[in-house]
């Protein structure tokens, strides 16, 4: 027996509103993961960085600092981690809230680079504006602020700062926080308390 093309439809129409969107990927990582995948993601085996090591073992990681940090994590839900992208070579900081990764963040010189490559990812920003900023000296500059507002809540910041050196000089810096969305929403909450005027 054939069924019938108007609950196909019926089907197909309420299958695509139960689905969720796509989560918001940083590299191969999603924002929400649990602890364990972003572990596995990165071929993390807390029991072999638990382990007694050598000495001529440690020169390639602070296994100690590194078992106790992960370890912390993984019993009560929450902490940061730091770790290199070997592909991107850029240093992530990983936050964990409630057993799930909620921010991911990076650094890099490479401003005009860093916001094509978000452009190409996850398309124009939702929001851009330039911010004054001034030293202590009184110079000032132009910074870039850039939100991107993701279909599953997720936001992405990417701002722009000035880093004053006496020996290098003046550099800019981009700084690109992917917060996942609870994270997000947490931190308006927060804002809203700080401002009793706000709406």
Known sequence: MRTPLLICLFAAVAAGQNQQPAG??????MLGETFQQWLAINRLDLGEICRPHKRSESKEMNFKAVCRTLSVIRDTGAGEFYL???????AFRWLFTDGRLSLASTESADVADQ?????????APTT???????????????CLLALWRMPDGAVIRAAESINTLPVSGVSRQLTV???SKE???LLTQQEKK??????
């Open 183 to 185: 994270r997000a929403e």
């Open 24 to 29: 918001t990927h940083v590299g191969p990582h």
């Open 84 to 90: 290199g992208d070997v592909a991107t070579k850029q």
């Open 128 to 142: 851009s504006e330039t911010i004054p900023y001034q030293n202590s000296y009184g110079s000032k500059w132009d």
């Open 115 to 123: 916001i094509k490559f978000l452009e190409q990812t996850y398309g």
């Open 194 to 199: 700080q401002n009793p005027y706000a709406r």
């Open 177 to 179: 926080t992917f917060f």
